[in-house]
């Protein structure tokens, strides 16, 4: 009688999809000249059927600056995709966001899009309203909630800003994604997930929760330097596009100067087999590519060492006193006090705790205990007045 073999499950398969990423010339934030570019990076890029369904768009609003400091996803380019939606079929475009410092029913004026939904009749979400509790997958037990228009979406469109990010060096349709989870409830994921590794592994999770269905970025002006609130606008003149968000994200490192190999949010995305490509040379570019547009002088975070894969693995379930000394080898937050303007709202989303507003008066100032701060650069995104620097060396007591 023939041995009786049981049968092995069966592993996950890693299909390489070709990944193709549309990277198209778009000089300006003209009207007609940015819708005829996405018209142009969708179809190269075979944006999926919509005919019917309802579609929801996520702009990267983080904290609602004004429209000429090119910190948001330019209301040009959301209004060029609704339209393209509408042409093709789409039964109602849902458009939302959920700025960590912003609290319910937030609107988004200063940034256009507020504008741009009623103009082209498109509905503006409010992410705090009715959140779904969610398990984030790989994350050890993490429930998050969700913005429900999750659920009522047939498909997700990710519609970010090209620029660099402190804690994850670039941000990009990947990452926009995290603020599908409502206003403050995001910030105490840092304390949790302190690291980048460990925070990538959680923003993979969420991931594969939203993959989207298509995602474009804004790159016509981008930001370099201390982004993604405080860098600098940089003109590159680009959109990209594709149906693989992680492609689209290892193209922008790519044109930053940066081995996407060597972000951790691309590595987190890669280990959990949520790529359509597994080296970069995989990733197909129909129009421009990627490897032709490199910015050799970008102004890119400097990459610092990566966490031990089995320390950054572990690390969310360390205790809170080992979490810290671990981050205390990363830059620390320096606050320049000529420059605050004491809006208190580093303070209100520090997850450590780490920071208050004393003194009286003119004296009223930040004061800083290191011991708390975790690092993880949520003070510098949220700061409108560009007065914290992320510095190594330096240290200057508030
Ligand atoms: S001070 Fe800034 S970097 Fe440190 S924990 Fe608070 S928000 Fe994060
Ligand atoms: S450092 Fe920035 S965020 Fe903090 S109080 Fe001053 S201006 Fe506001």
Request: hydrophobic letters at 35%; proline letters at 7%.
């Given at each position: 009688?023939?041995?009786?073999?049981?049968?092995?499950?069966?592993?996950?398969?890693?299909?390489?999809?070709?990944?193709?990423?549309?990277?198209?010339?778009?000089?300006?934030?003209?009207?007609?000249?940015?819708?005829?570019?996405?018209?142009?990076?969708?179809?190269?890029?075979?944006?999926?059927?919509?005919?019917?369904?309802?579609?929801?768009?996520?702009?990267?609003?983080?904290?609602?600056?004004?429209?000429?400091?090119?910190?948001?996803?330019?209301?040009?380019?959301?209004?060029?995709?609704?339209?393209?939606?509408?042409?093709?079929?789409?039964?109602?475009?849902?458009?939302?966001?959920?700025?960590?410092?912003?609290?319910?029913?937030?609107?988004?004026?200063?940034?256009?899009?507020?504008?741009?939904?009623?103009?082209?009749?498109?509905?503006?979400?409010?992410?705090?309203?009715?959140?779904?509790?969610?398990?984030?997958?790989?994350?050890?037990?993490?429930?998050?909630?969700?913005?429900?228009?999750?659920?009522?979406?047939?498909?997700?469109?990710?519609?970010?800003?090209?620029?660099?990010?402190?804690?994850?060096?670039?941000?990009?349709?990947?990452?926009?994604?995290?603020?599908?989870?409502?206003?403050?409830?995001?910030?105490?994921?840092?304390?949790?997930?302190?690291?980048?590794?460990?925070?990538?592994?959680?923003?993979?999770?969420?991931?594969?929760?939203?993959?989207?269905?298509?995602?474009?970025?804004?790159?016509?002006?981008?930001?370099?330097?201390?982004?993604?609130a405080n860098?600098?606008?940089?003109?590159?003149?680009?959109?990209?596009?594709?149906?693989?968000?992680?492609?689209?994200?290892?193209?922008?490192?790519?044109?930053?100067?940066?081995?996407?190999?060597?972000?951790?949010?691309?590595?987190?995305?890669?280990?959990?087999?949520?790529?359509?490509?597994?080296?970069?040379?995989?990733?197909?570019?129909?129009?421009?590519?990627?490897?032709?547009?490199?910015?050799?002088?970008?102004?890119?975070?400097?990459?610092?060492?990566?966490?031990?894969?089995?320390?950054?693995?572990?690390?969310?379930?360390?205790?809170?006193?080992?979490?810290?000394?671990?981050?205390?080898?990363?830059?620390?937050?320096?606050?320049?006090?000529?420059?605050c303007?004491?809006?208190?709202r580093c303070?209100?989303?520090?997850?450590?705790?780490?920071?208050?507003?004393?003194?009286?008066?003119?004296?009223?100032?930040?004061?800083?205990?290191?011991?708390?701060?975790?690092?993880?650069?949520?003070c510098h995104e949220v700061c409108p007045a560009d007065a914290i620097?992320?510095?190594?060396?330096?240290?200057?007591?508030?």
């Amino acid at each position: 009688m023939a041995p009786q073999h049981t049968a092995r499950p069966e592993k996950k398969t890693w299909i390489a999809t070709n990944a193709p990423v549309a990277i198209v010339r778009c000089d300006d934030y003209d009207r007609s000249t940015v819708l005829s570019a996405v018209r142009k990076a969708c179809d190269a890029a075979s944006i999926p059927s919509v005919d019917g369904l309802t579609v929801l768009v996520k702009p990267n609003v983080l904290s609602d600056a004004k429209v000429e400091l090119n910190i948001t996803t330019n209301p040009e380019i959301v209004r060029a995709l609704i339209r393209i939606l509408r042409e093709r079929g789409a039964k109602t475009v849902l458009v939302g966001d959920s700025p960590g410092i912003q609290g319910p029913s937030f609107v988004p004026r200063n940034c256009g899009l507020q504008e741009v939904c009623e103009e082209e009749r498109a509905e503006w979400c409010d992410f705090t309203k009715e959140p779904d509790v969610r398990t984030v997958p790989g994350s050890f037990g993490k429930r998050l909630p969700f913005a429900h228009a999750l659920q009522e979406a047939d498909m997700v469109f990710s519609v970010a800003k090209f620029k660099t990010h402190q804690l994850m060096y670039a941000t990009g349709t990947v990452k926009n994604l995290f603020g599908l989870v409502p206003g403050l409830h995001k910030s105490p994921c840092h304390l949790a997930y302190p690291s980048r590794e460990s925070f990538a592994r959680l923003v993979a999770g969420i991931y594969s929760i939203a993959k989207p269905s298509f995602n474009i970025l804004d790159g016509v002006i981008a930001m370099e330097g201390a982004g993604p609130a405080n860098g600098t606008p940089r003109h590159l003149g680009l959109i990209l596009a594709g149906c693989d968000g992680t492609a689209v994200d290892a193209a922008q490192s790519t044109i930053m100067g940066y081995d996407p190999l060597t972000i951790p949010l691309t590595q987190a995305l890669l280990d959990r087999k949520l790529t359509g490509w597994r080296t970069p040379q995989e990733i197909s570019y129909p129009m421009l590519d990627a490897n032709d547009l490199v910015v050799e002088d970008y102004k890119r975070i400097e990459q610092q060492p990566s966490s031990h894969l089995f320390t950054s693995l572990v690390l969310p379930l360390f205790t809170r006193v080992l979490k810290l000394r671990h981050q205390k080898k990363q830059p620390e937050p320096l606050f320049d006090m000529s420059r605050c303007i004491r809006c208190g709202r580093c303070v209100r989303i520090c997850p450590g705790k780490a920071l208050s507003l004393v003194g009286d008066g003119n004296d009223r100032r930040i004061s800083i205990d290191y011991g708390r701060c975790i690092r993880c650069y949520c003070c510098h995104e949220v700061c409108p007045a560009d007065a914290i620097r992320i510095n190594s060396t330096e240290r200057t007591e508030a």
